[in-house]
């Protein structure tokens, strides 16, 4: 077994690796970028190095740079996690030509994999089934459109060299094939630097279920079952659970089989992923077609840990050093379930744009001791950490493990609800929502669910407005409280002795100014009254950080946090914020106003579909930016003509940077 390993990665995974190398006694080193200069991943390995700045490019990705780091440490082997330089086998032969065990398969088999048409091609002789399709090297633009049409549309045009749910394109109809087929291979040249594509049938409301195998250095090959990852957005996971709901032993088997054979056709080593879609005919059976394999560990590997009791990670350095298969397949058991869920900095309501900012408040669910094994938190953040727009938006994992799918979703619900993030935007509200839904319940699940749910999940306060208001009074009143002398008759807080007085609060809730109003009674009570709701209101003494009132017949301990002046509220039925108005100070649109277009994140200009003196109409798109690997698209506020572009694409800008002037 290796003595010492470099950690090519950052965040949660490289936190995930050192863990398991810590509890096989691996001494373990961390590579950094300026950004992450004090990154918990630095914190959770023996040593570090300084690779440079902050951008993947002048840090992350720059391999002559890891391997001297290795070599200066004496590291005796790599192992790259996932993104960055994990599938990329000139890397992996880099390593090995400096000495070093590159922690995954030998370059030939990522190289195999790399591209989705030649693997697919591959594939095909391995007789492992294939989604209909073309997938050959002609790109005429002609023979591609012909052989649409001989698959039949519905057809999905794919990157050859995609990943990450990037460049790829739905076409509806022959018509617009053309077009799409431009716009697909724009997008590949831009992300990919190759505009090879290829066209395959477009699954209608397919599951996405990949297998989990494993090789050894002995040509031994093992599969782990599999994952559901059919929740997705954007063609980007959200939640994966294992098992699959609704899968048989039979299928399992066959799905097992057809990924080892897979894995045997590119003689891989080490952990990877074969990736397939999966049909569901009327009669409820299914079949299964080879996507891609990923090779490396994958994000939702946990999923697999929590259901098999193993620890892929170790897996992965025995592989690597040489040794055998921990296990034979028959082995190999599937105990209770499992689900992840993906806490990401991000605005589901507004198209799910990357968010960035601090950790102001950061609290993780508790893992009581009946729990421990049962929640699981993988991260590589800490309060007062910064989510910055250098790397992708994922802030931590939340993976939960129950004897059924019924208490593993209980059970994640309520993890989530312990999860208080203030200071970014995340999804965690959109996650529990999701949970929610008829389709995720019963198990009803395909990459369509969160298009079919929309109504349900978008747009939600899931903490009405009278909780929240009161929260948000009872606070007020605490911190008159406390500031107020013992003397009564000095106190500000409208209590008078004789008569009653009346006191009226303006917030914003939901974007809409929402008032409450506050009785102080004749007896000291207070009487509050707030979106058709009124009653007496009270409240007790507070720990630090929470609220206890009762209100609307209930009394109830609440989470809140302060900042500046809004409420973050926290309750077991979901969180919510409103903002104490101050009458005087107003905040415009911060995105458009008067004319100027501003970046609405951090990120890269990726291009303008409009040039200096185009006439634009509200609502139209004017620029593509891209940001922790998402594109987002910038609409023209109202109808105006284009004055100037102010910068050009492939810019990095910075937030409320001007992009582009619209005179009116
Ligand atoms: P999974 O491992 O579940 O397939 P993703 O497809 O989201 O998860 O990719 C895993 C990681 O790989 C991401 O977090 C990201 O760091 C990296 N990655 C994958 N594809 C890309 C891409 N096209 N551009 C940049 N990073 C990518
Ligand atoms: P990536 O490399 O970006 O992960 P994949 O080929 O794995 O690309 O596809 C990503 C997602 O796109 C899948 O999980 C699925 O939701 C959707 N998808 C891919 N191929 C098809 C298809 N033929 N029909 C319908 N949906 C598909
Ligand atoms: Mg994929």
Redesign the pocket.
């Known amino acids: 077994m290796f003595k010492k390993i470099l950690i090519a990665n950052r965040g949660e995974i490289a936190c995930r690796v050192a863990a398991t190398a810590r509890r096989m006694a691996i001494r373990t080193v961390a590579v950094y970028s300026d950004a992450d200069a004090h990154a918990n991943h630095v914190h959770a390995c023996d040593e570090s190095v300084h690779l440079g700045g902050s951008a993947p490019k002048d840090s992350y990705l720059r391999w002559e740079k890891i391997l001297e780091a290795a070599k200066a440490t004496g590291a005796q082997a790599v192992h790259p996690g ?3 330089l ?2 990329n086998e000139d890397f992996a032969r880099a390593c090995a030509e400096a000495g070093l065990v590159f922690i995954g398969p030998p370059p030939s088999a990522i190289q195999a994999m790399g591209l989705k048409a030649e693997s697919k091609q591959l594939m095909e002789k391995a007789g492992v089934p294939l989604v209909p399709g073309y997938h050959g090297k002609d790109q005429d633009p002609e023979l591609l459109a012909r052989e649409a049409g001989r698959i039949g549309y519905p057809v999905l045009i794919k990157a050859s060299a ?6 790829m394109r739905v076409v509806e109809k022959a018509a617009d094939f053309a077009a799409a087929l431009a716009s697909c291979q724009r997008e590949a040249i831009n ?2 630097g190759d505009d090879a594509v290829l066209v395959e049938k477009y699954v209608q409301r397919p599951r996405h279920i990949e297998i989990q195998v494993f090789g050894d250095t002995q040509g031994h090959y093992v599969y782990l079952f599999e994952r559901d ?1 059919s929740v997705q957005r954007r063609h ?2 959200v939640l ?1 659970e294992a098992p699959a709901p609704g899968m048989t032993e039979a299928m399992r088997r066959e799905m097992g089989e057809a990924a080892v054979a897979a894995a045997r056709a590119v003689k891989y080593v080490g952990a990877g ?1 074969v ?1 397939f879609i999966v049909e569901q005919r009327g009669d409820g059976t299914m079949n299964f077609f080879f996507m891609e394999m ?1 090779t ?5 590997h946990p999923v697999t840990e929590a259901i098999t009791g193993l620890d892929l990670v170790e897996w992965q350095l025995r592989v690597a050093s040489g040794e055998p298969l921990p296990l034979k397949q028959e082995q190999l058991q599937i105990n209770g379930h499992a689900i992840e869920a993906r806490i990401c900095a991000e605005n589901p309501d507004n198209n799910f744009l990357p968010a960035t900012g601090t950790l102001r408040v950061y609290r993780k669910p508790q893992a009581t001791a009946f729990q421990r094994s049962r929640v699981r938190i993988d991260d590589g953040v800490r309060e007062g950490d910064t989510i910055s727009p250098f ?2 938006s ?1 802030i931590a994992k939340l993976i939960v493990h129950g004897s059924t799918r019924e208490e593993a979703l209980a059970r994640l619900d309520a993890a989530l609800a312990q999860t208080h993030i203030v200071g970014v935007a995340t999804n965690v509200q959109f996650l529990r929502g999701v949970l929610r839904t008829d389709s995720f319940a019963h198990a009803n699940l395909d990459t369509a669910l969160i298009e079919r749910e929309r109504a349900v999940l978008f747009d939600r306060e899931p903490l009405g407005l009278p909780l929240a208001a009161a929260s948000a009074v009872v606070r007020v009143l605490v911190a008159e409280r406390a500031a107020a002398p013992a003397d009564p008759f000095a106190r500000r807080d409208g209590w008078r002795g004789f008569g009653e007085y009346q006191r009226r609060f303006d917030f914003e809730f939901r974007g809409e100014e929402r008032q409450a109003l506050l009785r102080y009674k004749r007896d000291g009570s207070l009487w509050l009254q707030v979106g058709g709701v009124e009653g007496p209101l009270a409240f007790g003494p507070l720990p630090a950080g929470q609220v206890e009132l009762q209100f609307d017949g209930l009394r109830r301990t609440l989470d809140v946090y302060e900042e500046g002046a809004t409420t973050h509220v926290f309750a077991p039925e979901g969180a919510s914020r409103i903002v104490a108005l101050d009458r005087l100070a107003h905040a415009g649109d911060a995105h458009a106003e008067g004319g100027r277009l501003t970046a609405p994140m951090p990120g890269k200009v990726v291009s303008f579909a409009v040039k200096a003196g185009d006439k634009v109409s509200r609502g139209q798109a004017l620029a593509v930016m891209e940001a922790m ?1 998402m594109e987002h698209t910038i609409a023209a506020p109202a109808d105006g003509t284009v004055e100037e572009l102010l910068y050009l694409p492939g810019d990095q800008v910075a937030e409320g940077a001007e992009l582009l002037r619209i005179a009116a």
């Open positions: 996932y993104g960055f994990s599938e995609g990943g990450g749910g990037k460049g992300s990919f990852c980007q996971k994966e992923t990736e990923n490396r560990l994958q994000v939702e790397y992708d994922m690997k």
